[in-house]
């Protein structure tokens, strides 16, 4: 019998992971089994830091919009001016409320005016 040589899938299939596994420190980046091992736990990691990145930008946007309300004495505290914007159907998020609170501080507190009345 003649000997029988494997295709290329399997190669093509290995050079790919170890491609994404190519910045990956010792082992991890030289071993077909750890390489596949790092790269399902650097999936994993990305996916919950996805969530986690979300939660933490609400979180800097909370802080900055309270330390300019603090900061002035334009409001009480960040609870009540969320409060009264929803009451007041002024539909600003986080995000945008963070962002007039330091780059244009005169624009939120016409804002924070516009609440009070």
Same mark, same amino acid.
């Given at each position: 019998?003649?000997?029988?040589?494997?295709?290329?899938?399997?190669?093509?299939?290995?050079?790919?992971?170890?491609?994404?596994?190519?910045?990956?420190?010792?082992?991890?980046?030289?071993?077909?089994?750890?390489?596949?091992?790092?790269? !399902?736990?650097?999936?994993?990691?990305?996916?919950?830091?996805?969530?986690?990145?979300?939660?933490?930008?609400?979180?800097?946007?909370?802080?900055?919009?309270?330390?300019?309300?603090?900061?002035?004495?334009?409001?009480?505290?960040?609870?009540?001016?969320?409060?009264?914007?929803?009451?007041?159907?002024?539909?600003?998020?986080?995000?945008?409320?963070?962002?007039?609170?330091?780059?244009?501080?005169?624009?939120?507190?016409? !804002?924070?005016?516009?609440?009070?009345?």
């Amino acid at each position: 019998m003649t000997r029988i040589k494997r295709g290329y899938i399997a190669r093509r299939r290995r050079t790919k992971i170890r491609l994404f596994a190519s910045s990956f420190r010792g082992a991890h980046s030289r071993l077909t089994r750890t390489i596949t091992q790092q790269k !399902i736990r650097a999936l994993v990691s990305a996916h919950q830091d996805r969530g986690r990145q979300k939660r933490d930008f609400r979180r800097l946007w909370i802080t900055q919009i309270n330390a300019v309300i603090r900061g002035n004495k334009v409001y009480y505290n960040y609870s009540r001016l969320i409060h009264n914007l929803y009451k007041k159907q002024l539909l600003l998020n986080r995000k945008i409320l963070a962002q007039i609170a330091i780059l244009n501080r005169n624009c939120f507190y016409m !804002i924070s005016n516009e609440i009070l009345k």
